[in-house]
C-alpha cells in the first residue's frame, strides 16, 4: 500500500507524510530490519557454534560454510543497502551516502527523463486520443449534479470578484483606460449604424408613434402655461383673445406635425425619414459632422454628473447581485445551471464538437511539449531545493523496507552458495 504525503510546507519543500502513514512505514522499515539483522546474527551464531564443536564432520562442516557465506552475503548486502542513505557506520567511505550526494544530479536525471520519455508527441498524444476528452467532458457536463456544481462555484467566486471591481484603485484605472479610449474613439458611425438599423425596422414606427402620443399629451396639459408665454411675449395692444388663439395655433400646428409623424405613410413622416436619412450620411460621410458628434459625445460622458451617474448604476447593480447571491434560491444560480444544462445536453449529442474539444486537448499537449526543456529544469530545481537529510529519511521510509528483503535474500542466497561450494569441493577433493 503507497503512503500518503501532506503538502509540503513552505520551511520544507518537500511533502510531508501523513502521521498514520508515516508510523505504519517506520513500524515495517523496523520489523524488516530486525528480521534482516536477527538472520545475519543468526548466521554469525551458527558459525562461531560449528567452531567449537570438536573434530568436525562433512555435516558440521558443510553448516559452517554455509553460516560464513550466509554472513558474508548478509554484511555485503547490508553495506549496499546503508550506503544508498547514508556513510555505514558513520565511515566515509568512498561511493556511500549515495543519494545524499548525488541529489542534484538525480534531480537532473528525473527531469531528462520526464522530458525525454514522457513529454513526447508519441507518449502524449496517443494517450490523449485513447482517453477521448471531449467525450468524457459531455458526459460528466451532462451528469445532473454537474450543472449545480459549476452554478454554485461561480456563484461563490461572484462576490469577491465584485468586491474587487468595487475597489476605487479599480475604477480609477479603469476611468483612466476609458479616458484614452473615449478620447480616440469614433462614436459617429456607431450612432448613424443605430439610427439607420432603427429607422430601416417595423420597430420605428412604434417609436415614432410613442414619441408622439408622448409629445401631445405634454403640449394639452402645458395649454395654460404656453398662453402665459405668448401673452407674455406679445405686444400690449394685442387682444388677450388673439394670443389665445396664437397660442391654440402653436399647439395645434405641433400636435399635427407629431401625429403626421406617428403615421408611417404620411408627407411629414416620408419627410422626417428622409431628412434622418440625411443627418446619418453626413456622420458616416462628413468628417467636419462626425468630429462634432464625437466631441459631444466624450463631453458628456466627461461630465461629472454623468460618471457619477454611471458610477451610481454600477453600485446599484453590483448590490443587487450581492443581495440575489446572498438568498438560498438565488435567481442568478438558478439561471446559471439553466444554460449549462442546455449546452450539456448539446455537447452530449454533437460528436463535432466533441472531436473539437479532442483537437484543443492536442493543442495544449503540443504547448505543454514545446516547454518540455523547462518542464525537466523545473523537475530538476524541485529536487535540488530538498533537504538533502529529510529526502534520504523520506526514501528510506518509502523503500528501505522492501530493501531489507534484499539483506535477508543476500543471508539465505549467500548461506546456500556456501552449501553448495562446500560440498562441490569435498566431492572433488
Same mark, same amino acid.
Given at each position: 500500500?503507497?503512503?500518503?504525503?501532506?503538502? *509540503?510546507? =513552505?520551511?520544507?519543500?518537500?511533502?510531508?507524510?501523513?502521521?498514520?502513514?508515516?508510523?505504519? *512505514?517506520?513500524?515495517?522499515?523496523?520489523?524488516?530490519?530486525?528480521? %534482516?539483522?536477527?538472520?545475519? %546474527?543468526?548466521?554469525?551464531?551458527?558459525? #562461531?557454534?560449528?567452531?567449537? #564443536?570438536?573434530? &568436525?564432520? !562433512?555435516?558440521?562442516?558443510?553448516?559452517?560454510?554455509?553460516?560464513? %557465506?550466509?554472513? $558474508?552475503?548478509?554484511?555485503?548486502? +547490508?553495506?549496499?543497502?546503508?550506503?544508498?542513505?547514508?556513510?555505514?557506520?558513520?565511515?566515509? $567511505? =568512498?561511493?556511500?551516502?549515495?543519494? &545524499?550526494?548525488?541529489?542534484?544530479?538525480?534531480?537532473?536525471?528525473?527531469?531528462?527523463?520526464?522530458?525525454?520519455? !514522457?513529454?513526447?508527441?508519441?507518449?502524449?498524444?496517443?494517450?490523449?486520443?485513447?482517453?477521448? $476528452?471531449?467525450?468524457?467532458?459531455?458526459? +460528466?457536463?451532462?451528469?445532473?449534479?454537474? %450543472?449545480?456544481?459549476?452554478?454554485?462555484?461561480?456563484?461563490?467566486?461572484?462576490?469577491?470578484?465584485?468586491?474587487?471591481?468595487?475597489? &476605487?484603485? !479599480?475604477?480609477?484605472? #479603469?476611468?483612466?483606460?476609458?479616458?484614452?479610449?473615449?478620447?480616440?474613439?469614433?462614436?459617429?458611425?456607431?450612432?448613424?449604424?443605430? !439610427?439607420?438599423?432603427?429607422?430601416?425596422?417595423?420597430?420605428?414606427?412604434?417609436?415614432?408613434?410613442?414619441?408622439?402620443? #408622448?409629445?401631445?399629451?405634454?403640449?394639452?396639459?402645458?395649454?395654460?402655461?404656453?398662453?402665459?408665454? $405668448?401673452?407674455?411675449?406679445?405686444?400690449?395692444?394685442?387682444?388677450?383673445?388673439?394670443d389665445r388663439r396664437i397660442a391654440a395655433a402653436i399647439i395645434n400646428g405641433v400636435t399635427e406635425l407629431f401625429d403626421g409623424l406617428s403615421q408611417p405613410d404620411s408627407e411629414i413622416s416620408s419627410r422626417f425619414r428622409e431628412a434622418l436619412a440625411s443627418t446619418i450620411d453626413d456622420m458616416l460621410d462628413s468628417p467636419e459632422q462626425r468630429e462634432k458628434i464625437n466631441e459631444g459625445v466624450r463631453r458628456l460622458l466627461a461630465h461629472p454628473e454623468a460618471q457619477a451617474w454611471v458610477r451610481s448604476v454600477w453600485d446599484e447593480l453590483c448590490q443587487a447581485t450581492l443581495d440575489d447571491l446572498a438568498q438560498p434560491s438565488s435567481r442568478l444560480r438558478r439561471g446559471l445551471e439553466k444554460p449549462i444544462s442546455i449546452v450539456a445536453e448539446a455537447l452530449a449529442t454533437d460528436t463535432v464538437m466533441q472531436r473539437h474539444i479532442d483537437e484543443v486537448m492536442e493543442h495544449l499537449a503540443d504547448s505543454v511539449i514545446a516547454w518540455r526543456s523547462e518542464i525537466g529544469s523545473f523537475f530538476a530545481e524541485v529536487v535540488r531545493n530538498w533537504d538533502t537529510a529529510t529526502l534520504s529519511d523520506r526514501l528510506e521510509l518509502v523503500v528501505g523496507s522492501d530493501l531489507q528483503y534484499i539483506r535477508m535474500n543476500g543471508t539465505i542466497v549467500g548461506a546456500c552458495a556456501g552449501c553448495l561450494i562446500f560440498t562441490v569441493a569435498w566431492l572433488f577433493s
Amino acid at each position: 500500500m503507497s503512503p500518503e504525503y501532506a503538502p *509540503a510546507s =513552505p520551511r520544507n519543500p518537500l511533502p510531508l507524510l501523513t502521521s498514520e502513514s508515516d508510523g505504519a *512505514a517506520r513500524n515495517r522499515l523496523r520489523r524488516n530490519r530486525i528480521v %534482516a539483522s536477527t538472520l545475519l %546474527a543468526g548466521m554469525g551464531g551458527i558459525f #562461531v557454534l560449528t567452531r567449537l #564443536v570438536p573434530a &568436525p564432520g !562433512f555435516g558440521t562442516l558443510l553448516i559452517q560454510s554455509g553460516a560464513e %557465506a550466509g554472513m $558474508v552475503g548478509g554484511i555485503a548486502d +547490508w553495506f549496499a543497502v546503508t550506503a544508498l542513505f547514508r556513510h555505514p557506520l558513520g565511515l566515509p $567511505v =568512498p561511493h556511500t551516502a549515495i543519494i &545524499p550526494n548525488n541529489k542534484d544530479r538525480i534531480g537532473r536525471t528525473i527531469g531528462h527523463f520526464i522530458e525525454r520519455n !514522457f513529454l513526447t508527441r508519441d507518449v502524449l498524444l496517443p494517450k490523449l486520443r485513447q482517453m477521448r $476528452v471531449g467525450a468524457r467532458f459531455a458526459a +460528466w457536463l451532462a451528469a445532473p449534479s454537474t %450543472a449545480p456544481l459549476i452554478a454554485d462555484s461561480i456563484t461563490a467566486m461572484l462576490p469577491y470578484l465584485i468586491h474587487s471591481l468595487r475597489n &476605487p484603485d !479599480f475604477h480609477d484605472f #479603469v476611468q483612466r483606460i476609458l479616458s484614452d479610449q473615449l478620447r480616440q474613439a469614433d462614436f459617429a458611425p456607431m450612432i448613424a449604424r443605430g !439610427f439607420r438599423l432603427l429607422t430601416a425596422s417595423d420597430e420605428a414606427n412604434a417609436l415614432f408613434e410613442r414619441i408622439s402620443e #408622448v409629445a401631445s399629451d405634454r403640449l394639452e396639459k402645458n395649454r395654460d402655461q404656453i398662453e402665459k408665454l $405668448v401673452a407674455a411675449r406679445s405686444r400690449w395692444w394685442i387682444p388677450k383673445a388673439i394670443d389665445r388663439r396664437i397660442a391654440a395655433a402653436i399647439i395645434n400646428g405641433v400636435t399635427e406635425l407629431f401625429d403626421g409623424l406617428s403615421q408611417p405613410d404620411s408627407e411629414i413622416s416620408s419627410r422626417f425619414r428622409e431628412a434622418l436619412a440625411s443627418t446619418i450620411d453626413d456622420m458616416l460621410d462628413s468628417p467636419e459632422q462626425r468630429e462634432k458628434i464625437n466631441e459631444g459625445v466624450r463631453r458628456l460622458l466627461a461630465h461629472p454628473e454623468a460618471q457619477a451617474w454611471v458610477r451610481s448604476v454600477w453600485d446599484e447593480l453590483c448590490q443587487a447581485t450581492l443581495d440575489d447571491l446572498a438568498q438560498p434560491s438565488s435567481r442568478l444560480r438558478r439561471g446559471l445551471e439553466k444554460p449549462i444544462s442546455i449546452v450539456a445536453e448539446a455537447l452530449a449529442t454533437d460528436t463535432v464538437m466533441q472531436r473539437h474539444i479532442d483537437e484543443v486537448m492536442e493543442h495544449l499537449a503540443d504547448s505543454v511539449i514545446a516547454w518540455r526543456s523547462e518542464i525537466g529544469s523545473f523537475f530538476a530545481e524541485v529536487v535540488r531545493n530538498w533537504d538533502t537529510a529529510t529526502l534520504s529519511d523520506r526514501l528510506e521510509l518509502v523503500v528501505g523496507s522492501d530493501l531489507q528483503y534484499i539483506r535477508m535474500n543476500g543471508t539465505i542466497v549467500g548461506a546456500c552458495a556456501g552449501c553448495l561450494i562446500f560440498t562441490v569441493a569435498w566431492l572433488f577433493s
